[in-house]
């Protein structure tokens, strides 16, 4: 398939994906499309499904790309599949060079959720009220048209699980402010790669905020159970 061919499989899945997307993604070492002799990418199906993939690590796992390459290479070297919420799809599963037989659970997606609060109850078992409160509180935040999305999942689902803890909302909001916080220096680190002249700048910019996301979240972790244990120890 031609670069045009991959787009119009991919954006029914993908609405934002871009030539540029592509070709940074293949700079990036993810795919590795064949050359005519004329120099023009052309790619497989197992190319496509491998940029499915990605994609989708990226979108619902918010994986950084060295995560999902290291990932890959494993099953290109024959080392076993990704981890099972990840799982690759059969056609890239048995492409060549992936281990031979290898048949893993079907990789598939939903696409984008568009979640109303009443899904959210649905979806997380969370008390309406509770929801409500967690809105009101700033901690979770509808998008324009008044949907929640996956994060919010997740997020209600922590918060619920704080909470049985003794943890009431008005108590979560020092997570808020720490996040904020972490966001404003992320975002003056993205920015400026985001309005670079090339074509993949902006491809750029995003897989840092993923990356530095992911470093943040390990930093956090790490410094409050220190500081945890420095204060049960005293």
């Known amino acids: ?10 954006r029914p899945e993908f609405p934002d994906i871009t ?3 592509i070709r940074f993604l293949e700079s990036e070492g993810l795919v590795m499309p064949e050359r005519t002799p ?44 990704p981890e099972r919420s990840l799982r690759l799809p059969r056609a890239l599963a048995l492409a060549p060079g992936a281990a031979d037989g290898r048949e893993p659970d079907e990789f598939t997606t939903e696409g984008e959720l568009r979640l109303s609060q009443a899904d959210l109850v649905r979806r997380t078992g969370a008390d309406d009220q ?21 994060n919010a999942v997740a997020l209600v689902g922590a918060a619920t699980s704080m909470a049985a803890f003794g943890l009431e909302v008005r108590h979560l909001r020092a997570f808020k402010a720490a996040a904020d916080r972490e966001a404003g220096m992320i975002a003056q680190i ?17 897989e840092t905020v993923r990356e530095l996301a992911a470093l ?4 956090h972790s790490a410094l409050v159970q220190s500081a945890v244990r420095r204060s049960l120890d005293g």
Do not use: N, W
Request: charged share 25%; net charge positive.
């Open 38 to 81: 004329s120099g023009y990418r052309r790619f497989s199906i197992a190319d496509c499904e491998r940029l499915r993939f990605v994609l989708t690590a990226q979108r619902d796992h918010y994986l950084p790309l060295k995560v999902i390459k290291d990932q890959l290479d494993a099953v290109d070297r024959g080392e076993g599949a």
């Open 130 to 150: 509770f929801i409500t409160e967690l809105v009101q509180a700033g901690l979770l935040v509808p998008g324009a048209a008044g949907y929640f999305d996956e």
């Open 1 to 10: 398939m031609s670069i045009g061919s991959v787009l119009d499989r991919l």
């Open 190 to 206: 993205a920015a400026p790669i985001a309005k670079g002249r090339d074509a993949g700048a902006r491809d750029r910019a995003q």
């Open 216 to 219: 943040s979240v390990t930093l």
């Open 19 to 21: 030539v540029s997307k």
